[in-house]
């Protein structure tokens, strides 16, 4: 596991987050402060049209194009799935990859602060995220939803590392504290991976908090698919904080509150992001996991 030779930061996976795409464009112009003595760092501007037409993406999702289906067909279809494959060639190949950690850096229109999406559950992994969480009690974990399906997002080319995913900012917007705070958790990162490769692996704490998505949510439709309701001021800019079941989810046009039909405590994240609305996401509910993050 120590055998950490190469690590990728990637920033533009989406055209329209800037921070991380203006962030890997900075390393590239001063490289010293992503150098370190034990493993080789390299960048990637993951979608360079979508970046410059600041856009999310040209023709479809490029964090959706990283399926092993999608990466070895022979007749890729849009500029998105021809961009995967060439990253997959720069990076990967996905199960084999040039790369022994990647770092993705995203950002978003919820109000989701400072969280650190792990590739996997792996110990190594975990105990990354402890670590960022102990010098910053800021950072939440955030996990997708499990659905035994092969993960078709960038990162999902290495096992080891993390997405930086930080908010609320606004698509094609830059905030200098939101970029400063990024900046710093990519090198926490960094510095963290130095010293493990060294062997003077930094202290984590013995347990960790994580968010598990465990169901995705739609906004109320009607058969046209049109929106018949929007998310409940109650609930507006409440990421990881509690919904209890009752307590309104959504809005009708008419002013009539939508409630969480639930059984049980759960706490939204990804709340009336702006990119999934196309999606079908109006939040994802999460559960709280404790994880030990004790070596075997």
């Given at each position: 596991?120590?055998?950490?030779?190469r690590?990728?930061?990637v920033g533009?996976?989406?055209g329209n987050e800037?921070?991380g795409?203006?962030?890997?464009k900075?390393?590239?112009?001063?490289?010293?402060f992503?150098?370190?003595?034990s493993?080789?760092s390299?960048?990637?501007?993951?979608?360079?049209q979508a970046f410059?037409?600041?856009?999310?993406y040209?023709e479809?999702?490029l964090?959706?194009c990283?399926t092993?289906?999608?990466?070895?067909n022979?007749?890729p279809?849009?500029?998105?799935?021809?961009?995967?494959?060439a990253i997959n060639?720069?990076?990967?190949?996905?199960g084999?990859?040039?790369?022994?950690?990647?770092?993705d850096?995203?950002?978003?229109?919820a109000?989701?602060?400072?969280t650190?999406?792990?590739i996997?559950?792996?110990?190594?992994?975990l105990r990354?995220?402890?670590?960022?969480?102990?010098i910053?009690?800021?950072?939440?974990?955030?996990r997708?939803q499990e659905s035994g399906e092969?993960?078709p997002f960038?990162?999902s080319?290495?096992?080891l590392g993390c997405?930086?995913?930080?908010?609320?900012?606004?698509?094609g917007?830059?905030?200098?504290k939101?970029?400063q705070?990024t900046e710093?958790?990519?090198?926490?990162?960094?510095?963290?991976l130095?010293n493990?490769?060294?062997?003077?692996?930094?202290s984590?704490?013995s347990?960790l908090?994580?968010?598990?998505c465990?169901?995705i949510?739609?906004?109320?439709?009607?058969?046209?698919g049109?929106?018949?309701?929007?998310?409940?001021?109650?609930l507006q800019?409440?990421d990881?904080q509690?919904l209890?079941?009752?307590?309104?989810m959504f809005l009708?046009?008419d002013g009539q509150?939508?409630?969480?039909?639930?059984?049980?405590?759960?706490?939204?994240v990804?709340?009336n992001?702006?990119a999934?609305?196309e999606?079908?996401?109006a939040?994802?509910?999460?559960?709280?996991?404790?994880f030990?993050?004790a070596?075997?």
């Amino acid at each position: 596991m120590n055998q950490i030779e190469r690590v990728a930061i990637v920033g533009g996976t989406h055209g329209n987050e800037l921070t991380g795409a203006y962030l890997v464009k900075k390393f590239e112009r001063y490289p010293h402060f992503i150098k370190r003595s034990s493993f080789e760092s390299l960048t990637l501007l993951a979608n360079p049209q979508a970046f410059l037409a600041q856009r999310r993406y040209i023709e479809r999702d490029l964090n959706r194009c990283f399926t092993s289906e999608n990466l070895s067909n022979a007749t890729p279809q849009t500029y998105e799935d021809r961009q995967a494959q060439a990253i997959n060639q720069i990076l990967g190949p996905k199960g084999n990859s040039k790369v022994d950690v990647v770092i993705d850096l995203h950002s978003t229109t919820a109000n989701m602060g400072l969280t650190i999406i792990p590739i996997n559950n792996s110990p190594f992994n975990l105990r990354l995220a402890a670590y960022l969480c102990s010098i910053n009690s800021l950072i939440k974990i955030y996990r997708w939803q499990e659905s035994g399906e092969e993960s078709p997002f960038l990162r999902s080319i290495c096992q080891l590392g993390c997405t930086i995913e930080v908010g609320s900012i606004a698509q094609g917007v830059l905030d200098a504290k939101l970029f400063q705070q990024t900046e710093e958790l990519t090198y926490a990162v960094l510095d963290y991976l130095e010293n493990y490769k060294q062997g003077n692996p930094l202290s984590v704490p013995s347990n960790l908090t994580l968010y598990q998505c465990i169901k995705i949510v739609d906004y109320p439709k009607n058969e046209q698919g049109e929106l018949q309701a929007m998310i409940h001021p109650q609930l507006q800019f409440r990421d990881y904080q509690p919904l209890n079941p009752g307590e309104p989810m959504f809005l009708t046009f008419d002013g009539q509150a939508i409630p969480y039909k639930g059984q049980s405590t759960v706490y939204p994240v990804f709340i009336n992001e702006a990119a999934y609305y196309e999606k079908g996401i109006a939040m994802c509910l999460t559960q709280k996991q404790q994880f030990s993050t004790a070596i075997a």
